[in-house]
T-cell receptor
């Protein structure tokens, strides 16, 4: 069995400030890890993923996440956020044929 | 055009009514999924299908049924809707033969059961 914990449900942040969204998972075997983003009134879009190889993965819009096997974490970071980053972010873990999702973290970027 | 489409996008229905949500995809993926999203709970898996002849229950299948009419179509039915089925419903697809478990989501159907 596996579960995903997103440690913060709401993260308010000022524009151009850094942000970190924390995600921990429980699994005794190797997994694939994902971050999805849901902009207001839209579906989920893949932000980035870790399948294998380098433990640091990056997205095209400046987000990065680091897989830490010993701490079973996959935290998401961005050094400088924009208003357009306001969204809900979901961490997900894949083991075999299904994804388990965290409860989500709502990021609100203020000017 | 979107790769994964869902109809309707919004629906209001009454308790006890039967309702069907439809999902179509043009990605050619074998696997399709139905989730519901509730505030503070993330996404929970209702049903999933690996191909037309293979359908499996997810963690919250009670009160729901599905039909995989073709590789590209996967429908979710609420036989007798109840208010606690009010939620945002998402369809998703994946193709693990690519060596990747990424799922691709439709835009969602917002359902209100009165």
């Amino acid at each position: 069995a596996q579960s995903v914990t997103q440690l913060d449900s709401q993260v308010p942040v000022f524009e151009e400030a850094p942000v970190e969204l924390r995600c921990n998972y429980s699994s005794s075997v190797s997994v694939y890890l994902f971050w999805y983003v849901q902009y207001p009134n839209q579906g989920l879009q893949l932000l980035l993923k870790y399948l294998s190889g380098s433990t640091l993965v990056e997205s095209i819009n400046g987000f990065e996440a680091e897989f830490n096997k010993s701490q079973t974490s996959f935290h998401l970071r961005k050094p400088s956020v924009h208003i357009s980053d306001t969204a809900e972010y979901f961490c997900a873990v894949s083991l075999g044929d299904k994804l388990s999702f965290g409860a989500g973290t709502t990021v609100t970027v203020r000017a | 055009d979107a790769d994964v489409t869902q109809t309707p996008r919004n629906r209001i229905t009454k308790t006890g009514k039967r309702i069907m949500l439809e999902c179509s995809q043009t990605k050619g993926h074998d696997r399709m999924y139905w989730y519901r999203q509730d505030p503070g709970l993330g996404l929970r898996l209702i049903y999933y299908s690996f191909d037309v002849k293979d359908i499996n229950k997810g963690e919250i299948s009670d009160g729901y049924s599905v039909s995989r009419q073709a590789q590209a179509k996967f429908s979710l039915s609420l036989e007798s809707a109840i208010p606690n089925q009010t939620a945002l419903y998402f369809c998703a697809t994946s193709e693990p033969r690519t060596g990747d478990e990424t799922q691709y989501f439709g835009p969602g159907t917002r359902l209100l059961v009165l």
